[in-house]
């Protein structure tokens, strides 16, 4: 079965600290792998993609990396700011038959940087 | 430049009632979609259009109908509102379906007592 897991649930930071978010997935054949970030009552919003061939992948203080061998992919956040709080979604695509086929959305990690 | 934009923000049901979800992009997206996100689960393909006039069933279709007879447009039916429709609602646009970036709307909350 194609499943997307986050951990942890939910995390609370100090602002300024660095953050580790975590993905496990079991969907394939695999294509590629997106990280969305999403604020309090508004969409997600892409952060970065990774294919099968990328390792490590930035976009300003956040780093996402991917081991396909091991199916996980973790989300780092450095120097985190207020602004950061947000509900962080692991998407997972494998190869389908259609357009929107086997896109499976994880849960999301809830993170909340405090003052 | 909007992006996507839904209506309304907020809205509550009285069970069996009916309504329609509005959603519209101007980045001229040939795909578009409808998702729900619940507490604890990750969001659901309701119905996607890969074009005017082309719609199709996601994972959880059941309850709901859309049409596409623009571009621009993509409005969702709840055809008679259940309790189990609480959720709020994403609609997405892109130009190559879920498998690239998808742009989101800010979605709605909908509620039915």
């Known amino acids: 079965k194609n499943q997307v897991e986050q951990s942890p649930q939910s995390l609370i930071i100090l602002e300024g600290k660095n953050c580790t978010l975590q993905c496990n997935y079991t969907v394939s054949p695999f294509s590629n792998l997106r990280w969305y970030k999403q604020d309090t009552g508004r969409g997600p919003v892409s952060l970065t993609i990774?294919?099968?061939?990328?390792n490590t992948k930035s976009n300003g203080r956040y780093t996402a990396t991917l081991d396909a061998d091991t199916k996980q992919s973790s989300l780092h956040i450095t120097a985190s700011q207020l602004s950061d709080s947000a509900s962080y979604i692991c998407?997972?695509?494998?190869?389908?038959?259609?357009?929107?086929?086997?896109?499976?959305f994880g849960p999301g990690t809830s993170l909340s940087v405090i003052p | 430049n909007a992006g996507v934009t839904q209506t309304p923000k907020f809205q509550v049901l009285k069970t069996g009632q009916s309504m329609t979800l509005q959603c519209a992009q101007d980045m001229n997206h040939e795909y578009m979609s409808w998702y729900r996100q619940d507490p604890g689960m990750g969001l659901r393909l309701i119905h996607y259009?890969?074009?005017?006039?082309?719609?199709d069933q996601g994972e959880v279709p059941n309850g709901y109908n859309v049409s596409r007879s623009t571009t621009e447009d993509f409005p969702l039916r709840l055809l008679s509102a259940a309790p189990s429709q609480t959720s709020v609602y994403f609609c997405?646009?892109?130009?190559?379906?879920?498998?690239?970036?998808?742009?989101f709307g800010p979605g709605t909350r909908l509620t039915v007592t």
């Open positions: 990774m294919t099968f061939s990328e």
């Open positions: 259009s890969v074009g005017a006039g082309i719609t």
């Open positions: 997405a646009s892109s130009y190559r379906g879920a498998q690239v970036e998808q742009y």
């Open positions: 998407v997972v695509s494998a190869i389908g038959k259609t357009s929107y086929d086997k896109v499976i």
